[in-house]
């Protein structure tokens, strides 16, 4: 099978250098061959305008990027989420307080003001806009100081995590398959922008917005791979993902028809395994994640907007 020879245009100093096809395709983006004609006879005009690039759908989900080697498939809207309505700040806030095991550092008030600041700087980057039309959920990250991420997940975030899970569904388990197994062994991924949360919260809370299901059908390395094309305020989750489960268990956590949550912000043990969270109809589990280029249509990364 022949190719077509590679083309430079930018060393191209004569029209007569210029391959057929390349003129066949020019004339279609011009609605025809007598247009591309017209316009070199100097009888009509082009308007060159800056096509903007749309980063996600209608639905929130991320529009995969040109160039994109790792794997993604079409999600399986089987496996949803659900905005909730008229989110009370005050008992989402009183949620994580009742779960954690320490203050979480701000006042019911300071978070509804500091996600105003939030929200109006996330609403200025137009290209971020249509995230708005998937689940977003305001988050507050407690101050934290992950000198040993590992051990920061197995003794303060999922136990608080399974207090509000057991709370929300007293007649279901909460099973974490990795107790005792993450300290020392959790690290974050290069170029995926959390290492900026992390810092953050060392020095105070952090309020944030959370887009738990943006990436669902991106394999893990995929939803890595994309984070270079997204601006700089959005990061790739991690523990989020846990805080998330605590102030929206009933959301999150619904039943066995919520996306796999993929902590693919994290490595965890080896270069090839991550960690993910998974809610079924009678338990909620936390679990080491391997495969990590199989795109799975039932599961997704989180993307957090933060000032």
């Not at 309020?207 to 995929?222: H, I, M």
Request: hydrophobic share 40%.
């Amino acid at each position: 099978m022949s190719t077509l020879p590679i083309i430079k245009l930018e060393e191209i100093t004569d029209y007569n250098q210029i391959p057929p096809y390349i003129w066949q395709a020019f004339a279609t983006k011009l609605g025809g061959l007598d247009n591309l004609k017209a316009v070199l006879r100097g009888e009509k005009d082009i308007n060159l305008i800056d096509v903007i690039i749309r980063l996600f759908n209608k639905n929130g989900r991320r529009i995969p990027p040109r160039g994109l080697q790792a794997a993604v498939c079409d999600a399986n809207r089987k496996f949803y989420l659900t905005q909730p309505p008229d989110i009370n700040l005050a008992e989402r806030f009183n949620r994580l307080v009742q779960a954690w095991s320490g203050g979480v550092g701000m006042s019911d008030a300071d978070f509804e003001k500091e996600l105003a600041l939030t929200r109006a700087d996330f609403e200025a980057i137009e290209l971020l806009k249509p995230l708005l039309n998937g689940v977003c959920l305001p988050l507050l990250l407690p101050q934290l100081d992950f000198t040993d991420y590992g051990n920061i997940l197995d003794t303060v975030i999922l136990p608080a995590a399974e207090r509000a899970y057991l709370k929300q569904f007293p007649e279901r388990k909460f099973v974490n398959y990795r107790k005792g197994d993450l300290a020392g062994k959790v690290s974050i991924i290069t170029g995926v922008r959390h290492e900026r949360i992390v810092e953050c919260v060392k020095h105070g809370p952090q309020v944030v917005l959370y887009f738990p299901n943006a990436l669902q059908g991106y394999s893990v390395r995929a939803q890595r791979e994309q984070m270079a094309t997204l601006p700089e305020q959005i990061s790739l989750a991690g523990f989020e993902r846990v805080i998330g489960h605590i102030m929206y268990t009933e959301t999150l956590a619904r039943d066995v028809n919520t996306p796999g949550y993929d902590l693919s912000a994290l490595q965890w043990q080896q270069p090839e395994r991550s960690l993910c969270l998974g809610a079924y109809d009678d338990e909620l589990r936390f679990d080491g994640e391997g495969d990590l280029g199989d795109a799975n249509d039932c599961c997704s990364g989180g993307l957090v907007f933060s000032r």
